[in-house]
């Protein structure tokens, strides 16, 4: 969610904010204007997210614009929380309401017992509070044991205690969708509610007013909902009840990326890396993953989240961390290496469902797939270039040992200079000024590449690489 970046304003009642100029309108008035906005003047409408400019994005802008309460439709990982986290951005970052009101009415207009009550005795004295963006948006996961009340209210029994009558309106305690009236709602994994929960819903979004038990309330909420859901074909879970799906103005489908530029892009963004993993091995990370969901050895109606391929480049950068910390070489900046991508698939297998038959060969699966990736991305970048000056290392039967715990500059010690190093960093993005650990990493690279290609020999005994002619 986006930070404040100004205070809320200073006027405190009715009177004061009218004549300050400023006029109600509801959530998805609210919404379509600051898109249009944002869409005339280029800004980017959904900031932080990767791949979508031409599939989902123009789908959800005409929704949007539309006012439609809409579902996300797609597998795990496709982004679907952050995209509906980012529809609040385009909410305005203030916004009054009375003051102290359980479902932040409108001063204009209010709808609940109290403030309409408080609105007839103060007039223009009513008092007035503000609201941030951030506070509008609120988010449910659904779960099997979610309640009519957790969504949309009960009888509050404290307030029963206290002297009321159960006939009294104010013996309600409102639920979550009340309470975000002027707001957005946000409900991930839909078909986890059950069916008789989902129907509370229905005058939410038709009438767009909630019942609460036997109570004869018609409570007008003005608010935008986006639910998330796994295709049903998937989820054995439960399922969206068709009235439901009905009332939803929208359905949008996402995917995962089809650039493997954008998940490299996405990468970049957001793994937490506590050390330098170069654009090259981010790019194996990405078309490992992308392997993984072309594999026919991987459960597809289950899919392969981005969060496998953010874990595996933060995994790595770990492991570059813990070479540095235990060697002493670079702990300020380490850098990781080809060696720190085995390190990290043990971490990983739990994140991916396997197809039946293939019991007993995950890791294989993913030792291959990883292969695949390296080759990939080694014959895209460092295709063409002269690397004799690596394979002349090798004569007369020498040897370079590596792992994830030899350091820089051993590595660097058994290779001595090697023409055409200079070019294999410019080619990875590293340049003339490449510190030790840089150079390193290209160099392993190339060595990694050079074995994948068969044109080095390759042998590795426990957390030690050698290799040779």
Not at 62 to 67: E, K, P, R, T, W
Not at 73 to 80: D, H
């Amino acid at each position: 969610m986006s930070e404040q970046t100004a205070t809320a304003p200073t006027i405190s009642t009715v009177g004061e904010l009218r004549a300050s100029g400023w006029t109600s309108r509801g959530v998805k008035e609210e919404i379509r204007a600051n898109l249009v906005d944002r869409l005339q003047s280029r800004e980017a409408a959904f900031p932080g997210m990767v791949g979508f400019e031409d599939s989902v994005l123009p789908e959800l802008e005409a929704a949007l614009l539309a006012g439609h309460d809409l579902v996300l439709l797609g597998e795990r990982g496709q982004g679907k929380t952050r995209l509906m986290r980012t529809v609040a951005r385009l909410l305005d970052e203030w916004q009054p309401e009375v003051a102290g009101c359980e479902i932040h009415d409108d001063p204009y207009a209010p709808v609940c017992l109290r403030c309409r009550g408080l609105a007839a005795e103060l007039g223009e004295d009513l008092p007035v509070s503000w609201r941030h963006r951030d506070d509008r948006y609120t988010e449910k996961l659904a779960t099997p044991d979610t309640s009519v009340g957790d969504l949309v209210g009960d009888v509050d029994p404290v307030k029963v205690a206290q002297g009321r009558t159960l006939g009294d309106p104010e013996t309600v305690h409102y639920g979550l969708v009340p309470r975000t009236n002027r707001g957005l709602f946000g409900l991930n994994e839909l078909p986890d509610l059950a069916e008789r929960i989902q129907v509370a819903l229905f005058n939410v979004l038709e009438e767009r007013d909630i019942q609460v038990r036997g109570y004869s309330l018609r409570l007008p909420l003005d608010l935008l909902l986006i639910a998330t859901a796994n295709p049903e074909d998937y989820t054995n879970r439960g399922r969206i009840i068709t009235p439901l799906k009905d009332r939803f103005g929208a359905e949008i489908r996402t995917h995962y990326l089809d650039d493997v530029h954008d998940e490299v892009a996405l990468l970049a963004q957001e793994a937490e890396l506590v050390a330098e993993v170069g654009d090259h091995l981010l790019e194996v990370l990405a078309r490992f993953t992308r392997g993984l969901r072309d594999s026919s050895a991987v459960d597809q109606r289950s899919g392969v989240s981005a969060r496998f391929a953010i874990a595996a480049a933060e995994g790595v950068a770990g492991s570059a961390l813990r070479r540095a910390a235990r060697t002493g070489e670079f702990l300020s900046a380490p850098v990781a290496r080809v060696c720190d991508l085995p390190q990290v698939i043990p971490t990983l297998l739990g994140k991916i469902e396997f197809e039946m038959g293939e019991e007993g060969r995950e890791r294989a699966v993913l030792d291959h797939l990883l292969r695949v990736a390296e080759a990939e991305v080694f014959r895209d970048r460092l295709g063409g270039l002269d690397l004799s000056g690596f394979t002349a290392v090798f004569g007369d039967g020498a040897v370079v040992e590596t792992g994830d715990l030899v350091t820089a500059s051993d590595l660097l010690r058994q290779l001595g200079t090697v023409p055409g190093l200079s070019k294999v960093l410019d080619r990875l993005g590293y340049g003339d000024d490449a510190g030790p650990g840089q150079v390193a990493a290209a160099a392993e690279f190339v060595l990694e590449g050079l074995y994948l290609t068969r044109r080095i020999d390759k042998d590795t005994v426990g957390g030690r690489t050698v290799y040779g002619a």
